[in-house]
C-alpha cells in the first residue's frame, strides 16, 4: 500500500474523510498523540486497526467524535455526573467511560458492555472528525508496545506502506494520552492518568474520584492492558534525581560496554556525560517525552530517565515512564 501525505486543506480533508467512509485507516493529530483512525461503524476497518498496530484484540479502542451530540450515536446512557462533565471539561484531553449502545461493535470494546469515547481538544483533530461524518476509533498510530507518535514523522516510520494516508498536522500540544474516566457505575474512577487531573474532575463532580493504580484492576480502559511506550533499547527510571547515584549507575553502564545516556533536568550536574534535558516543567516533560525517547534510542543503546515531579499532572507522566521502563525503577 502506497500511504497518501495528506494536509489541512479542504481538498485534502475531503479526501481523508472519503477514506475513512470507505473504510480506510487514517493517521491524524490530536493534542495528545497522534491517532490511527478508523470507521467505528465498520468492523473490517476497525479489525485492521489490530492488523496495522499488531495491537492485541482484547485491548479495547477509544471512539473519537467532533461534537458532543455524536455521544448518543454511540453510549446508550449519560449518567447525571457524566453530564456534568461532559458539559464542564470537553473537548479535553479526557476520555470517558460510558455504556454502549449495541450498534457498537464488540472488536471496538473487547466485548466489554461499556465504550470510551473522546472529544479532542485540537481543533485539527475535530475538522477531521467533521470530514469524516462519523465516529471514528483511533488509538495511538505506532506499533503496538511502541512509544506514541507525536508528530507526523514518527507515524511515518511505523505505518508507512501499512495505511491510506497520514494527516500532516501539527506536533502534539500535551503529548502523553488521555485521562480515561469510568462513569459507567456508581462512582467515578480514573483507569489512565492523563493531563486532566482527579482534582480538576473532582471540582466539577463535587465528589472523590477513585484513582486506579493496580494495573490488572484496569480492565475497562483502552491502552492499559500491555506493554507501551517501550523504547527500543533497555531504560531505568530513577525518581530521586541524586545525582551521585545516577553518575554512579550511567559509569557502571559504560565499564559494562554500554554507551547510555542520562534524561533528565539540569544536565549540567553529570560532568560531561550523555545527556538530554527531560524538561524544567510537567508540561514541557510530557511534551517532549515519547519524542525523547525514539531521539534517543537511534543515538545509544540504554537510557536513564530521571524524574521527581510530584505535582498531580506528575503523576501521569510517571505513569508512562514507568511502562516505558518496564518497570525498571533504580
Known amino acids: 500500500m502506497q500511504t497518501k501525505y495528506l494536509h489541512f486543506n479542504d481538498a485534502d480533508l475531503q479526501l481523508a474523510g472519503k477514506l475513512i467512509r470507505d473504510g480506510q485507516l487514517v493517521a491524524f493529530p490530536t493534542e495528545t498523540v497522534y ?115 507525536t508528530c507526523w514523522q514518527r507515524v511515518a516510520e511505523d505505518m508507512d506502506g501499512k495505511i491510506a494516508a497520514v494527516l500532516c498536522g501539527d506536533d502534539c500540544e500535551v503529548g502523553i494520552e488521555s485521562t480515561v474516566l469510568d462513569l459507567s457505575g456508581d462512582s467515578p474512577v480514573i483507569l489512565r492518568p492523563g493531563a486532566v487531573t482527579p482534582q480538576q474532575i473532582q471540582a466539577v463532580l463535587g465528589k472523590p474520584v477513585n484513582v486506579i493504580t493496580d494495573p490488572k484492576s484496569k480492565v475497562n480502559s483502552p491502552g492499559v492492558r500491555y506493554k507501551h511506550y517501550a523504547p527500543c533499547v533497555p531504560m531505568a527510571l530513577d525518581i530521586s534525581g541524586n545525582a551521585a547515584k545516577l553518575c554512579s549507575y550511567y559509569d557502571e553502564l559504560v565499564a559494562r560496554g554500554y554507551r547510555p545516556v542520562l534524561l533528565a533536568a539540569d544536565t549540567q550536574r553529570f560532568g560531561g556525560r550523555n545527556c538530554c534535558d527531560i524538561g524544567s516543567t510537567d508540561e514541557q516533560v510530557a511534551h517532549a517525552l515519547f519524542e525523547n525517547l525514539r531521539k534517543l534510542e537511534r543515538q545509544y543503546d540504554y537510557i536513564i530517565a530521571s524524574y521527581t515531579s510530584d505535582t498531580p499532572f506528575a503523576q501521569s507522566i510517571l505513569n508512562r515512564l514507568v511502562r516505558s521502563a518496564g518497570g525498571n525503577v533504580i
Open 35 to 149: 491517532g490511527l483512525g478508523a470507521d467505528a461503524y465498520n468492523e473490517n476497518a476497525v479489525k485492521s486497526t489490530y492488523l496495522a498496530k499488531g495491537r492485541p484484540s482484547d485491548n479495547p479502542l477509544i471512539v473519537h467524535i467532533w461534537n458532543k451530540s455524536q455521544i448518543a450515536d454511540v453510549a446508550s446512557y449519560v449518567s447525571a455526573d457524566a453530564r456534568k462533565v461532559i458539559d464542564s471539561l470537553m473537548p479535553a484531553s479526557l476520555t470517558v467511560v460510558l455504556p454502549k449502545r449495541k450498534e457498537i461493535s464488540d472488536c471496538i470494546t473487547a466485548g466489554l458492555n461499556t465504550v470510551a469515547i473522546r472529544m479532542p481538544r485540537s481543533q485539527q483533530a475535530r475538522d477531521f472528525l467533521r470530514y469524516a461524518d462519523r465516529p471514528v476509533t483511533a488509538p495511538s498510530a505506532n506499533i503496538s508496545g511502541r512509544p506514541s507518535p
